[in-house]
């Protein structure tokens, strides 16, 4: 099974900032990598989807980029309602594996 | 729009059995995927079973394997999991959630989740 490592698993920042969340697959997986946010108490939400394609919907202050088993979810600038959980998961083969999340708190 | 309820959590002892439901409607139900996704309490997301648009293929977590079986009515919209022998780590809430397209494997949709606890 692939396995998807996620850090850091939390992450104080303040709105306006800029953050990054780096998770790293066990081996290739070509782009097969999405981002989910997850509110709490609610199903998660699709962001980006093999690396570095923007959801329909999803503001532009989010991106995603990757480099070899290495990929990266940056947040331009924090707003208020992007403090939640965040994961990345690997569509490459199944079992399609999760990272173990990064929760995105307020400092 | 999309829509997809889930149906049949509840409490259930180890080593019973309870079977999940997600009726889903808003798009064309018979073309796409289908995945099961857990997530215990106050842990992370763990992928469940995904099973194709026509029901021909499916695949499992290790986790679940012999255990749970994924289903679909495609006459009545409707995703199932059958969960036999259940275990103390079964407990989590249970997402039904939609393939982006056949089987590419990743979500675009998800219900709103329904809460299997496993006790004695």
């Known amino acids: 099974d692939i396995q998807m490592t996620q850090s850091p698993s939390s992450l104080s920042a303040s709105v306006g900032d800029r953050v990054t969340i780096t998770c790293r697959a066990s081996q290739s997986i070509d782009n097969y990598l999405n981002w989910y946010q997850q509110k709490l108490g609610k199903a998660p939400k699709l962001l980006i989807y093999?690396?570095?394609t923007l959801q329909s919907g999803v503001p532009s202050r989010f991106s995603g980029s990757a480099s070899g088993t290495d990929f990266t979810l940056t947040i331009s600038s924090l707003q208020p309602e992007d403090f939640a959980a965040y994961y990345c998961q690997q569509s490459y083969s199944p079992p399609y594996t999760f990272g173990q999340g990064t929760k995105l708190e307020i400092e | 729009q999309v829509q997809l309820v889930e149906s049949g959590g509840g409490v259930v002892q180890p080593g019973r059995s309870l079977r999940l439901s997600c009726a889903a409607s808003?798009?064309?139900?018979?073309?796409?995927?289908m995945h099961w996704v857990r997530q215990a309490p106050g842990k992370g997301l763990e992928w469940v079973a995904i099973i194709s648009y026509d029901g021909s293929n499916k695949h499992y977590a290790d986790s679940v394997k012999g255990r749970f079986t994924i289903s679909r009515d495609n006459s009545n919209n409707t995703l199932y999991l059958q969960m036999n022998n259940l275990r103390t780590e079964d407990t989590a809430v249970y997402y039904c959630?939609?393939?982006?397209?056949?089987?590419?494997?990743?979500?675009?949709?998800w219900g709103q989740g329904t809460l299997v606890t496993v006790s004695s």
């Open positions: 093999t690396a570095s």
């Open positions: 808003g798009f064309t139900f018979r073309s796409y995927g």
């Open positions: 959630a939609k393939d982006i397209d056949s089987w590419l494997g990743y979500f675009d949709h």
